[in-house]
């Protein structure tokens, strides 16, 4: 189905599925202890997660790095960042804990898909998007990784828009997790953060059932929608979150918890609530000073309680 197509039938669904507007439940924390991932006691390693960041540019050194403290610390196993050879230094020096490998050049382009394709046949997930930056030949690419990968997908920052140039909805299960500006330039549709939670609801169900992805739309209250339509509502966190690197940890995150085993939409609801919840508990410490490292490095210390 065309990129067109879809808007059209979008703009239709608008007048049509309001109703579901009216089904929005909050997500509480009995809701996350039920789904959240166990590992068992005789596991191995790696049997926890191997998840795959690809990101970085020579503009942004700093978001794949983050991305893979959020899957580290919320507890995968093992955790390799695929970054641009420019930043193959600096993202080897940062955590010992990491396993980096380079792509040629500073930014991804097509030199890169060739590496990046086979190693994600020995990954449980892949991340792909913080640090990419925008051009276009970078775009292209994504494009074409993304249609020959099989393994579940989560899609962050500027590889969100890539969607537009895939025509076919993805083999894969797809998990993407834009910010406000980010959903509006994918849909073309405006949505004010303060503005109607009917039309926010009624345009994230149907982009997630026509693609068939999972989204976690990003606020002061986080909407997340499964690629069956369901559509829930998480209330934890606070204004100190909106740090630059906190949608990277998130998204590192969700890939973790989808490595140790959890379903794309489950990963997405233990994400979204328990990281709020990692922004509160900071904020009661160091108010709304904190950063993204901060966010990090907190999450051990609430998912043990879910343990």
């Known amino acids: 189905m065309s990129w067109a197509m879809r808007q059209c039938i979008w703009g239709k669904k608008l007048f049509n599925n309001n109703i579901f507007s009216m089904m929005v439940k909050d997500l509480k924390i009995g809701d996350i202890k039920k789904i959240y991932p166990r ?3 005789d596991s191995h390693k790696g049997m926890n ?7 970085g540019s020579v503009d942004y050194y700093g978001a794949p790095i983050l991305s893979g403290l959020g899957a580290l610390y919320g507890g995968a196993d093992l955790v390799h960042l695929f970054v641009p050879e420019c930043n193959f230094d600096v993202s080897r020096s940062m955590y010992p804990d990491f396993i980096v490998h380079s792509f040629p050049g500073d930014f991804l382009d097509m030199k890169a898909i060739t590496p990046i394709v086979d190693f994600a046949k020995k990954c449980d997930v892949v991340l792909i998007g913080p ?4 051009r276009e030949e970078t775009r292209t690419a994504l494009a074409t990784i993304i249609k020959s990968i099989s393994i579940p997908t989560v899609l962050d920052s500027n590889a969100i828009q ?7 909805v993805p ?4 998990v993407i997790t834009p910010h406000h500006n980010e959903f509006e330039t994918l849909t073309g549709k405006d949505i004010k953060i303060s503005g109607s939670l009917s039309n926010k609801v009624v345009l994230l169900r149907t982009l997630a059932t026509d693609l068939k992805i999972n989204i976690i739309l ?17 209330t934890t966190g606070n204004p100190g ?20 085993g959890a379903m794309p939409f489950a990963a997405c609801k233990i994400a979204a609530h328990l990281f709020g919840k990692v922004g509160d508990d900071l904020a009661k410490v160091k108010g709304y000073n904190f950063s993204a490292t901060d966010l990090a490095m907190e999450i051990p210390y609430v998912t043990r309680d879910m343990i």
């Open 39 to 41: 590992r068992a006691a």
């Open 49 to 55: 997660g191997r998840v795959m960041v690809v990101g």
């Open 131 to 134: 640090g990419l930056g925008e």
């Open 162 to 168: 890539v969607l537009k140039k895939i025509k076919e």
């Open 171 to 174: 083999r894969q299960q797809i």
């Open 218 to 234: 990003k606020g002061p209250e986080d909407l997340i929608a499964s690629d069956e339509g369901e559509i829930l509502k998480n």
């Open 241 to 260: 979150m909106t740090v630059g690197g906190s949608g990277d940890v998130l998204s590192g995150f969700v890939a973790g918890l989808i490595a140790q």
